[in-house]
């Protein structure tokens, strides 16, 4: 009886070690069973992914609201705020290169070029470049500004340099064509406009304009007989008309005038800008242009050219990103059918797109020489 239930217990046991050992098909149950994740935590990696896509778009959407609103914004800003216009228009606190020192040329390659300081009205001082000829470089070495001004009388031609907005009188591009223009023999003087550069006072067209022929004046007084030339490139092209046109009506016109890349009014120049984000905007005139015109801003080219009596060159590449060729050629048309010009040669010289002088490389012209002679 005891071996009996003795061997009952012990069959007993070997069938409970059997069960407690899985089949294949155990196996994969269990296996299934352990990889199998709790309902909460699927729910919670599913929404992981989702919530940050979704936070990916409620930023996005966000920014592009804030952008949109800005872009409606700036339109309302500048018209009741003018002066922003301003600024645009003359980007004179744009200072490029910057940390060059405007008292010293020198620094830029422009051995024989001195630095003076003249004041065309109280409170307003502006910082002038007188580089002589090539010619005169060893002569010119330690010498101090009364022997550049008296050099001014040496029977060399003149050259007043009326540059562009943004930047300063130091720019690469105007340096280059200084060193240009001094190896063709020419006397250049250049300056910048009141709010410009080290030069002092609140910039404006008028201010810009006196500037200008207080400098011609300055030359005038000392250069005797010798020609002037009177070159503007973009904006200064403005303030080049601008001071013609007030020369001849005094009858005291320069002996020829220049215009780089010129347009034909502000107002067009600032529709046919590449920046002009605005332009197809409603109201574009209403709120760009007509603050530049209360800001008492019209650079009329356009206008000017029919009161100016003297010979004008005006030199314009195809490829320019800044100022359209096109303006160029209709301020060249309006030119040569004025009957102030009847007298004088009005020359349109176009440079090809391929050559790539774009808005201020025309200097690196080899045809220059040529077309200035």
Same mark, same amino acid.
């Given at each position: 009886?005891? !071996?009996?239930?003795?061997?009952?217990?012990? &069959?007993?046991?070997?069938?409970?070690?059997?069960?407690?050992?899985?089949?294949?098909l155990? !196996?994969?149950?269990?296996?299934?069973?352990?990889?199998?994740?709790?309902?909460?935590?699927?729910?919670?990696?599913?929404?992981?992914?989702?919530?940050?896509?979704?936070?990916?778009?409620?930023?996005?959407?966000?920014?592009?609201?804030?952008?949109?609103?800005m872009?409606?914004?700036?339109?309302?800003?500048?018209?009741?705020?003018?002066?922003?216009?301003?600024?645009?228009?003359?980007?004179?606190?744009?200072?490029?290169?910057?940390?060059?020192?405007l008292?010293?040329?020198?620094?830029?390659?422009?051995?024989?070029?001195?630095?003076?300081?003249?004041?065309?009205?109280?409170?307003?001082?502006?910082?002038?470049?007188?580089?002589?000829?090539a010619?005169?470089?060893?002569?010119?070495r330690? !010498?101090?500004?009364?022997?550049?001004?008296?050099?001014?009388?040496?029977?060399?031609?003149?050259i007043?340099?009326?540059?562009?907005?943004?930047?300063?009188?130091g720019?690469?591009?105007?340096?280059?064509?200084?060193?240009?223009? *001094? *190896?063709?023999?020419?006397?250049?003087?250049?300056?910048d406009?009141?709010?410009?550069?080290?030069?002092?006072?609140?910039?404006?067209?008028?201010?810009? #304009?006196?500037?200008?022929?207080?400098?011609?004046?300055?030359?005038?007084?000392?250069?005797?007989?010798?020609?002037?030339?009177?070159?503007?490139?973009?904006?200064?092209?403005?303030?080049?008309?601008?001071?013609?046109?007030?020369?001849?009506?005094?009858?005291?016109?320069?002996?020829?005038?220049?215009? &780089?890349?010129?347009?034909?009014?502000? =107002?067009?120049?600032?529709?046919?800008?590449?920046?002009?984000?605005?332009?197809?905007?409603?109201?574009?005139?209403w709120?760009?242009?007509?603050?530049?015109?209360?800001?008492?801003? !019209?650079?009329?080219?356009?206008?000017n050219v029919?009161?100016? *009596?003297?010979?004008?060159?005006?030199?314009?590449?195809?490829?320019?990103?800044?100022?359209?060729?096109?303006?160029?050629?209709?301020?060249?048309?309006?030119?040569?059918?004025?009957r102030?010009?009847?007298?004088?040669?009005?020359?349109?010289v176009?440079?090809? #797109?391929?050559?790539?002088y =774009?808005?201020?490389?025309?200097?690196? *012209?080899? &045809?220059?020489?040529r077309?200035? =002679?």
């Amino acid at each position: 009886m005891r !071996k009996r239930n003795e061997s009952v217990t012990v &069959e007993h046991e070997r069938a409970a070690a059997a069960a407690a050992v899985p089949g294949p098909l155990d !196996k994969g149950c269990s296996l299934r069973r352990s990889l199998r994740l709790p309902a909460s935590a699927a729910a919670e990696g599913m929404k992981r992914p989702l919530g940050r896509r979704y936070g990916l778009w409620f930023r996005l959407r966000k920014l592009l609201l804030w952008l949109l609103g800005m872009y409606i914004a700036i339109p309302f800003l500048v018209k009741l705020c003018p002066a922003i216009q301003a600024k645009l228009v003359f980007l004179n606190f744009v200072r490029v290169p910057y940390f060059i020192d405007l008292k010293r040329p020198q620094d830029q390659g422009l051995n024989h070029t001195c630095n003076y300081y003249l004041q065309p009205e109280e409170d307003v001082t502006i910082g002038v470049w007188h580089t002589v000829p090539a010619a005169l470089w060893k002569n010119a070495r330690g !010498k101090d500004q009364p022997w550049f001004e008296e050099a001014l009388g040496f029977s060399h031609p003149v050259i007043l340099y009326l540059h562009g907005n943004a930047g300063t009188r130091g720019g690469d591009h105007r340096v280059e064509l200084y060193k240009v223009l *001094s *190896s063709l023999g020419y006397h250049v003087v250049t300056f910048d406009y009141r709010g410009w550069g080290d030069s002092i006072g609140s910039p404006s067209e008028r201010g810009m #304009t006196y500037d200008a022929l207080h400098v011609f004046d300055w030359i005038k007084a000392r250069s005797g007989d010798n020609p002037v030339y009177i070159w503007g490139h973009s904006l200064g092209t403005g303030v080049a008309t601008n001071l013609v046109r007030r020369l001849c009506e005094r009858e005291t016109p320069p002996d020829a005038l220049i215009l &780089e890349s010129p347009f034909t009014n502000i =107002r067009e120049e600032a529709r046919s800008h590449p920046f002009s984000i605005y332009r197809y905007f409603p109201g574009f005139d209403w709120f760009f242009l007509d603050p530049i015109t209360t800001s008492g801003i !019209k650079f009329a080219n356009d206008e000017n050219v029919k009161y100016i *009596s003297c010979s004008l060159l005006i030199l314009h590449a195809e490829d320019d990103p800044v100022v359209p060729f096109h303006l160029g050629k209709k301020l060249y048309n309006i030119a040569a059918t004025s009957r102030s010009f009847r007298d004088y040669k009005v020359q349109f010289v176009p440079f090809h #797109t391929d050559l790539g002088y =774009r808005h201020k490389y025309i200097y690196r *012209s080899p &045809e220059l020489p040529r077309i200035l =002679r």
